[in-house]
């Protein structure tokens, strides 16, 4: 059966995350339905992050095996046809080995976290944003994150019911920046890892925005990862502030 | 009655325009409803452009006369308040002499359009861009653009329905330029003059997006302009994609 890779791109906030839920809406359902209407099924596909309620997806990727030799454009464009209307599309398809997997053949995940600095509440990027009416010194937030690079027990920024077999992870880039939205500044967290421990990110941002907001000395957070303890971390953030961005493979898999 | 300046913000997409209707949702109305919140109505508010369904506000400037001489600061925030969860929000607020009005005071507005060029269906920009998926060449359109700037009879760019005295018209600005979005890249339309015309700026872009696409010619704007028919515009195109981006007044009235 010919394996296609799937990039996908998808709005959060009508969804109970990523995976197939029994009575809730998914992205996995709806792209699953999808492929049930172009094939017979069951359809089962998997994806490089199983991102959780509400979370965004750029540059998610997914895999499907298929019976026919679907020509890749014509099964997104065909995909994108019964994906509508929800905010689910499928922005670039590849045809694989079949021994290639959008889960382990990855090697690396970005995420991207947004978050707007504003007072009244917003429009155009409700459900999108994480919205924080303070602002918050990047400076010290990047000092903060700085400690967090490199390989660590990362026991205090995982979520109880994590389900990865070590807390040892190694974080390649955790940047901070401010950048100009549309609906006003907001700050930006890139983060980047070959792979995370369930709430890593959220955790990183709920406790980073404590050190921007003064509440912590950068030096806290350092203490906080040292002490390999759940409870030394700050607040973990909402989600819909949460894209998962990129996924890095020995090959592009859409390179064409 | 203290007068006060409202700048507002809004998601176009659950309103039929900003003007208050019997049986639909209007922005006006929305604004309205939750000034009897504060005080007892009815209330009447003028705003300085009445955008369309579908059609977003991101510097839309409004007026309300109170009973009380509200804080400003607590007055938008109260009012934010009641606006919830409506996509409208009051982002500025001042207090202002009572013969300063939204509409008449105004001596400019500027609209900002979005097109977003790629195939795939947007979802976080769902209803907030109009969508191509073919290319567009800016520098034609500049240059049909070119044509409309300085004063005309923009006839052949007004709707049937447009209330306006005279066609005659002075355009201060049509800028096309095109920038990396979120989704994808997107070509903007600055336009800005002290007045339009009923449908004068879907006029503009549905007409400029043919030269976009290689169908027109730049030149062929400037043989539509002066032929002064409404028969030789180009296609509308979709409200969605426009904003009222800024209204300017002789004084800035959120100027602190």
């Given at each position: ?20 839920q ?22 089962t ?14 540059g998610?990727v ?8 679907w020509?890749p ?16 599309a ?17 090697i ?5 976290f ?7 509440p ?10 924080l009416s303070?602002?918050?010194d ?23 019911i ?15 920046e ?28 709920g ?8 509440a ?6 350092k ?24 996924v ?5 898999p859409?390179a064409?």
């Amino acid at each position: 059966m010919p394996r296609f890779a799937l990039k996908v791109e998808y709005h959060g906030a009508p969804f109970a995350g990523w995976q197939r839920q029994k009575d809730q809406p998914s992205v996995q359902g709806a792209i699953e339905d999808a492929l049930a209407r172009l094939e017979p099924g069951p359809h089962t596909i998997a994806a490089a992050g199983r991102t959780d309620t509400g979370v965004h997806g750029l540059g998610q990727v997914a895999h499907c095996d298929m019976a026919k030799a679907w020509d890749p454009f014509r099964l997104s464009e065909a995909l994108n046809y019964h994906l509508k209307p929800a905010p689910v599309a499928i922005v670039d398809c590849a045809q694989l080995d079949d021994d290639w997997h959008a889960r382990f053949s990855a090697i690396e995940r970005q995420y991207l976290f947004r978050i707007l600095i504003r007072r009244a509440p917003a429009t155009h990027d409700a459900g999108q944003v994480w919205q924080l009416s303070h602002d918050l010194d990047v400076a010290a937030m990047q000092e903060a994150a700085d400690h967090l690079v490199g390989q660590h027990d990362f026991t205090t920024f995982r979520s109880s019911i994590c389900q990865a077999a070590s807390p040892l992870k190694t974080l390649d880039e955790l940047r901070v920046e401010r950048v100009q939205g549309f609906s006003g500044p907001e700050i930006h967290f890139h983060v980047r890892a070959r792979s995370f421990l369930h709430n890593q990110v959220r955790s990183f941002v709920g406790t980073l925005e404590r050190v921007g907001a003064g509440a912590w000395d950068p030096v806290d957070v350092k203490d906080a990862l040292e002490a390999c303890d759940r409870a030394a971390c700050g607040p973990v953030c909402p989600g819909h502030g949460l894209y998962l961005a990129r996924v890095g493979y020995p090959q592009d898999p859409f390179a064409s």
